[in-house]
């Protein structure tokens, strides 16, 4: 990763520290928070309720360019609509990229997302909600369908997503290609500000929604700091296989305020 990339992915995840240590100085009661940063949960806002999210994921070494560095970055808000809909709305997503193909930042797309909850983790046995995203921007209009599962056991969170991904790109959106992917999440709560966990993640690519290409299966371990209207939550992964067009580490950092 080169030093102006490192310099711009430290500052953003000092933000987030910065945010959530502020939070726990000022209170420690519970709040609604992601305990995972890849994998999604059953949980949403009721209505009247907003939050602002603040996304990081840095992506360092490719097999096939080993100087490779990427920086994501997204701003969400996501507010309850009606009882057990939600809302999403992704304000941008851009990236600051270094490669021997492109090298500077780069706005990616705008997006909507629904989340439809069916049973409550909370309230139910086990939760589950259908998800929803729509995106577009210069030359680039995509779609995901999620399933999304979660049981709590005590202090325990698990999640599972099932997630089906189709895109369109290039020139007249010519270039187009599909994505399934499966990821898994486990999460203790150690007290009420400080859990740890992991998440797993496998992707199935298919080119033109042709033939699929091997499987990318990477894992690594979560922290996440929720306390008062501030949470934040920090994942680092790494690739198990050898794809070569993929990156070898991922570290991603999300910090959320409700109001």
Known sequence: MTKSALSILLLACRAVAFGVGGSILATSSFADQRHFTFVYEATIEEPGEFELENWVTGQIRKGADHSFSEIDFRHEIEFGVIDRLQASIYLADWSYVNSKENNGFAFSDAAL???????????????????????????????????????????????????????????????????????????????????????????????????????????????????????????????????????????????????
């Not at 979560?222 to 993929?246: F, I, M, P």
Request: hydrophobic residues 40%; contains cysteine; negative net charge.
């Open 113 to 259: 997302e629904l989340v439809y909850q069916i049973y409550n983790p909370e309230k139910a046995p086990f939760g589950l909600a259908l998800y929803e995203e729509i995106e577009g921007g210069d030359r680039i209009f995509g779609s995901e369908s999620k399933l999304i599962v979660q049981k709590n056991l005590g202090p325990m969170v698990l999640a599972y997503n099932a997630t089906l991904e189709a895109v369109w790109q290039g020139k007249e959106l010519a270039e187009r290609e599909a994505e399934f992917q499966q990821s898994i999440g486990a999460s203790y709560e150690l007290n009420r500000c400080i859990s740890i966990g992991a998440e797993l993640v496998h992707e199935l690519a298919f080119p033109e929604w042709s033939d699929a290409e091997r499987p990318v299966i990477s894992g690594g371990p979560n922290v996440s700091v929720h306390c008062g209207k501030w949470w934040g939550t920090l994942t680092a992964l790494a690739q198990w296989t050898r794809a070569r067009d993929e990156p070898d580490v991922q570290l991603r950092a999300i910090a959320g305020y409700s109001f």
